[in-house]
């Protein structure tokens, strides 16, 4: 079975501080995601990478950045955290030429 | 216009019940459809995953596809509790890229003992 891991189920931070998720998959798979998730707003995509050291901005880019040193891990840092990005966050991956995409459990991020 | 439509319910059916969810979307370049099945507080789980037009079935799940109406639809057979969860559509325009899945925001679904 594909296994997306995200480092932590919950996290609570203070607003200002850095902040870093991370994600790893067993899969060899090219494409990572990184998704936020909202209550009436659904799954938005905020960065994706489709090799190490590539990114391209999604749909709600500000405020985040990413990282890929390696194939299997996908970082996703809050460069000052704010409150408004107190979410879920799901990291993804897939193959390159499958838009399959197999889904991390999830870290729930809470800024005060 | 949103690119994909979803119900957001939420639906509540009685156990046994056939469940019928669906999605519309806008764009006819869409290709790959896929429904996830997401329990509260977890990650998506890949359930359906389909390419262009008909139908798959998987147990008691079916996943249909209508290019023609940009309408798709997931039914579930002989429902029960465990099936009560968020429903997601998923579509994407192709199978090369990493652009990303596009989402409808996800149906409620109770399913009642």
């Known amino acids: 079975d594909v296994k997306v891991t995200q480092s932590s189920r919950y996290l609570v931070k203070r607003t200002g501080e850095k902040v870093f998720l991370e994600c790893v998959q067993d899969?060899?798979?090219?494409?990572m995601f990184w998704y936020r998730q909202d209550p009436g707003l659904g799954l938005r995509l905020i960065y994706f990478?489709?090799?190490?050291?590539?990114?391209e901005k999604g749909d709600i880019p500000e405020g985040y950045s990413v990282s890929r040193e390696k194939k299997e891990r996908f970082s996703l840092i809050l460069e000052s955290a704010s409150t408004n990005q107190t979410s879920m966050y799901l990291c993804?991956?897939?193959?390159?030429?499958?838009?399959?995409?197999?889904f991390g459990q999830g870290t729930r991020l809470t800024v005060v | 216009q949103k690119e994909v439509e979803q119900d957001p319910g939420p639906l509540s059916v009685p156990e046994g019940a056939i469940v019928s969810l669906n999605c519309t979307y806008s764009?006819?370049?869409?290709?790959?459809f896929m429904w996830y099945r997401q329990y509260s507080r977890k990650g998506p789980e890949l359930l359906m995953y389909?390419?262009?037009?008909g139908n798959k079935e998987d147990g008691r799940f079916t996943a249909q596809v209508d290019k023609s109406s940009k309408y798709i639809s997931l039914f579930i057979r002989d429902s029960q509790p465990s099936d009560s969860a968020t429903y997601l559509c998923?579509?994407?325009?192709?199978?090369?890229?990493?652009?990303?899945?596009?989402f409808g925001k996800g149906t409620h679904l109770i399913i009642q003992p």
């Open positions: 993804a991956s897939s193959f390159w030429d499958i838009p399959r995409a197999f």
């Open positions: 899969m060899d798979h090219e494409n």
């Open positions: 990478s489709y090799d190490v050291k590539m990114k």
């Open positions: 764009n006819s370049a869409f290709q790959y």
């Open positions: 389909t390419y262009s037009s």
């Open positions: 998923a579509i994407s325009y192709s199978g090369g890229g990493a652009d990303g899945l596009t």
